[in-house]
């Protein structure tokens, strides 16, 4: 009776050990085969590539996989760190946003807009 418990017992634990790979492909794939979610984004372009110290322009451009109504902001590099500027506003009824800004720093200025999980790509204004 003892070998026969020793036999199944080896039995199945070689069984779990042969199945394992199997399991874990099958648990792979569909986690593979679940939908991609999408990506927030967020475009960004000035009406000016260079301009007087506190003269306005605008920074405008489209967001896509991100509600209507969210919240972007106006950033800065600042050194080596994005600083958020007092320039935000609610996305429009078609996904659009169009800020003013007035900028005193000279020299060239690396800008870009975030909001609801997306970053916009760098736009680069010269201040005289």
Known sequence: MLRFSRACATGLTALTLLTAPVAQAVAADSVAMAPAVARP????????????????????GTTKDIKVGTRVTLQQMQGKRWVSLPASMNTNHDATYNLRVKLGIKGLNN????????ISNVVKVTIR
């Open 111 to 118: 800008l870009r807009i975030v909001g609801g999980g997306g």
């Open 41 to 60: 984004a967020i475009t960004a372009k000035a009406t000016v590539s260079a301009i007087n110290a506190w003269q306005q322009f605008r920074i405008y």
